[in-house]
T-cell receptor, first 110, second 114 residues
Framework: DQQVKQNSPSLSVQEGRISILNCDYTNSMFDYFLWYKKYPAEGPTFLISISSIKDKNEDGRFTVFLNKSAKHLSLHIVPSQPGDSAVYFCAASSGYALNFGKGTSLLVTP | DVKVTQSSRYLVKRTGEKVFLECVQDMDHENMFWYRQDPGLGLRLIYFSYDVKMKEKGDIPEGYSVSREKKERFSLILESASTNQTSMYLC?????????????FGDGTRLSIL
């Protein structure tokens, strides 16, 4: 059963605007949440994470928001750039392993 | 920078063959992982290892085994390859258990079973 869900398979945003990628989870025992970015023919690269005791973490253009009561997190990219076009995976941790969502393909158009 | 190296980028094998996928990391990480990535299914964990000679099953271990004889190397073995094991295989490594220690991934092996 999928414990981490990314319900939007794709998203298209204009350059300079905000990209918002969403993720829902079902397991309240997850203690960390991470976002990975993946380009074709490359492995995923770590982008940003957030502890379950926080509700926001910011790193440059990237901000992750966590709403524990709703079991929902989101990744905001501001401003979006064409180089941000990639597949974004949400992941949640409870111990050794990560549970990944199915990914959202982001396209940033000029 | 962490370097996770997978021995092959592309591999073509036949059904019934025994297939070895090799992964090496250079950061002395305790944890190593094997995932497969399929369209519409995301990344699914096959096996992981938290120490030399230690292994744990992930979500989809059937048809696979692993070997970790040295800390830096983690091998995935397809005992008798089948066409449904055609996929992108990704290896990752990380420091020991703390949730915010990100896993570092190799570039993947695209395996085709004919």
């Amino acid at each position: 059963d999928q414990q981490v869900k990314q319900n939007s398979p794709s998203l298209s945003v204009q350059e300079g605007r905000i990209s918002i990628l969403n993720c829902d989870y079902t397991n309240s025992m997850f203690d960390y949440f991470l976002w990975y970015k993946k380009y074709p023919a490359e492995g995923p690269t770590f982008l940003i994470s957030i502890s379950s005791i926080k509700d926001k973490n910011e790193d440059g253009r990237f901000t992750v928001f966590l709403n524990k009561s709703a079991k929902h997190l989101s990744l905001h990219i501001v401003p979006s750039q064409p180089g941000d076009s990639a597949v974004y995976f949400c992941a949640a941790s409870s111990g050794y392993a990560l549970n990944f969502g199915k990914g959202t393909s982001l396209l940033v158009t000029p | 920078d962490v370097k996770v190296t997978q021995s092959s980028r592309y591999l073509v094998k036949r059904t019934g063959e025994k297939v070895f996928l090799e992964c090496v990391q250079d950061m002395d990480h305790e944890n190593m992982f094997w995932y497969r990535q399929d369209p519409g299914l995301g990344l699914r964990l096959i096996y992981f290892s938290y120490d030399v000679k230690m292994k744990e099953k992930g979500d989809i271990p059937e048809g696979y085994s692993v070997s970790r004889e040295k800390k830096e190397r983690f091998s995935l073995i397809l005992e008798s390859a089948s066409t449904n094991q055609t996929s992108m295989y990704l290896c990752a490594s990380s420091l020991p258990v703390t949730g915010d220690q990100p896993q570092h991934f190799g570039d993947g092996t695209r395996l085709s079973i004919l």
